[in-house]
C-alpha cells in the first residue's frame, strides 16, 4: 500500500460522520439512484457468476469422476497410465483435496482482491481452475489427479470470495439482494451441468469442458470494469466514476454516488489485523464466520450424500438420474430465493429456511432411528416402508437450504465489511467455510458409526435451530442499504 493512502485521517465512527453520508445540498441523498440503468449491472452480475458457475461445475465433477475412477471389487486398483482405477482411500482424499485448496485460495483472493482488483482477481481465478483441468484431463497417475484437484480447489477458494465482493460492490442497494444470490444460483447451475454432463462424458472430456468455462469467464471479464469502492480507496475517482457511468448510464448521478464512498473511505484509517479488535470491525467478523459455521454444520453435506439411497429405495435404481433430480431441485429452489431476496430480506429467508431444515433434520432422523435394524433384510423391509418419509424430510431440506442457507451467508459476507476491510475479512470467512467443510466431510462417517446417523441427523437439527435464534437475535437486515449505511449499523453500540 503506497505512503498517500497510509496518511489517512483517523478512523471516525458513524455518530461523528454521519453527516459526510449526506451529499451537498441540491444533490441525490445516499441510496437515490435517479435514471440509473440496471442492465449494465445485470449483464456484469451475470458474466462475473460464471465463475461461480466454474465453482458449481467443480463441486458437481467429484461424483461422476470418482464412480469412474473407483475400482470394483473384482477390479484391480491400477495408479499410473491412462485407465487409472483407485482404491477407497485414495478416492477419499481425491474428494477431500479440494476442499484443502479452497482453504487456501479463499486467503489468496482475499490478498488479490486488495493489491491487484477485484476484476484482475477474479480473472486470476481461472489459472488455477485451468491448470488443474489439464492435470485431470491428460495426468496419468494418482498424484497428478491429486494436484489437479488441489489446483482446481484454489480456484473454487477464490472465486467463492471474489464474486460475490465483486456483485456487491458494481450493483446498486435496491438490486444487490437478487443479484448477489445469483452467484449461489449459478453454483448450482454448474452442479446440474456436471451431473448431467457426467451421464454422457468421461471424467477426461469433462475436464476439458472445464478449461472451456474458465476461458469463456475470462473473455467475459475483459469487457467488465474494476469496482468504483476499489478505484476510490485507491484515490482514482476519475476511473471510479468513469466505472460508474458504465454501470449506472451517463445520466445516473454518478457523482453523488462518488461522493457517498468517498465520504465513508475519508473517515477511515489504512487496514491492520488490529482493526480487527475493534468492536465495528469484530461484530461483522463474528456474524459471518458463524454463519460460514452454520452453514456447513447445518447438515447439508450428509443429505447431499444419501439422497442417491433415499431415492434408490423409493425407486429410482438409476443414480444419476436421483442426482440431476436433486440439483434440479437445488437449482429451482435458489431461482426462488433469487427472487424473494429483495422482498422478504436475508433475516426472513434465513429464519424460514433454518426453521424447515430444522424439522427435516429431526425428520431424518426419526426414520433412521426406525429402519436402522440388526437384520439387513429387515432393514431394507423399513427403508421401503417408510421411503415416503425419508423422500419428504430430504426434498424439505434441499429446498430450505436452498431458499436462504445456501446464498445468504456468501451474500452477507459480501456485504457486512466496511471497505478498508472487505478483502481481508472476507478470506477468513471463506477460509472458515472451506475449512468447515473439510472437517464436516472427514467427521461425518466416524461419527455416524459411532452414534447412529438418527443421532447425526438431530444434532443437525440442533445446529439449525442455533442458526435461527443467532439470526433472530444477531443478524442485522441489510436488504435495500447501501454499503456505506450498512457500516454505519456495526459503528453503533447496538445492532438493531
Known sequence: MSSKLNTRPAYRPATERTSLLRAPEGHAQLGEQGQSRKFPSVLATLIAALGALCFGYALGFSSPATHELKAGNDTPIVEHGSHLKLSDSTISWFGSFL??????????????????????????????????????????????????????????????????????????????GTLGAVNQLSITIGVLIAYALGTVLSYKWMAIIGIALSAVHVVGMLFLPETPRWYMARE???????????????????????????????????MSFKEFCKPALLRPLMISLLMMVFQQWSGINAVIFYASNIMATAGFANPNLASISIAGVQVVFTLIATLLMDKTGRRVLLIVAGTGMCVAAVMMGAYYQHVTKDDPTETKHLEKKFSALAITAMLLYIAKFSIGVGAIPWLIMSEIFPNRARSAASGIATFTNWFNSFVVTLTFTPMSNAVGLDVVFWMYGGVCLALVVFVFFVVPETKGRSLEEIEEIFDKPSIN
Not at 485431470?136 to 477458494?157: K, N, T
Not at 476519475?238 to 464512498?261: F, H, M, N, Q, T
Open 99 to 176: 476442499n484443502i485448496g479452497a482453504m487456501v485460495g479463499g486467503l489468496l483472493a482475499g490478498f488479490l482482491a486488495d493489491y491487484a482488483g477485484r476484476k484482475i482477481g477474479l480473472m486470476s481465478c481461472a489459472l488455477p481452475f485451468c491448470g488443474g483441468w489439464v492435470l485431470l484431463a491428460y495426468g496419468e497417475s494418482i498424484a497428478m489427479l491429486y494436484a489437479g484437484r488441489i489446483l482446481i480447489g484454489l480456484g473454487v477458494g477464490m472465486v467463492s470470495l471474489m464474486v460475490p465482493v465483486y456483485i456487491a460492490e458494481v450493483v446498486t442497494s435496491d438490486m444487490r
Open 236 to 270: 482514482r475517482r476519475s476511473e471510479a466514476k468513469a466505472s460508474l457511468v458504465w454501470l449506472r448510464g451517463a445520466d445516473a448521478p454518478v457523482d453523488d454516488e462518488c461522493y457517498s464512498i468517498e465520504a465513508a473511505l475519508d473517515s477511515q484509517e489504512s
